[in-house]
Nanobody, 125 residues
């Protein structure tokens, strides 16, 4: 059974940093693209970042480009989202998602096959 578990969320002041982690229990994890999404109260879930199966291709939303970095460790079956220069508008529940095709993650709406339960990130101004 596929499971994605996010961790690393919390409360941070504006300008601070957090690193989110996503642990995957997918046997063939190295074949999957993984993405991060977020959903703020009263808003739709939005794309944040995605990374291809080999880690060479990365994609970011304009709102986080230059501040967030997505990376992965296939040996550990982990994906990370390093978030720097956090702003109050980054406050949301952050979800990781996985799919064999990165297009499923970057599509609107996303069509990822697997989703985690989310981790709360709160940025105080």
């Amino acid at each position: 059974q596929v499971q994605l578990v996010e961790s690393g969320g919390g409360l941070v002041q504006a300008g601070g940093s957090l690193r989110l982690s996503c642990a995957a229990s997918i046997r063939t994890f190295s074949f999957y693209a993984v993405g991060w999404f977020r959903q703020a109260p009263g808003k739709e879930r939005e794309f944040v970042a995605a990374i291809g199966w080999a880690g060479g291709n990365t994609y970011y939303s304009d709102s986080v480009k230059g501040r967030f970095t997505i990376s992965r460790d296939n040996a550990k079956k982990m994906v990370y989202l390093q978030m720097n220069s956090l702003k109050s508008e980054d406050t949301a529940v952050y979800y990781c998602a996985a799919d064999l095709g990165i297009q499923a993650l970057t599509a609107t709406p996303p069509r990822a096959g697997y989703w985690g339960q989310g981790t709360q990130v709160t940025v105080s101004s």
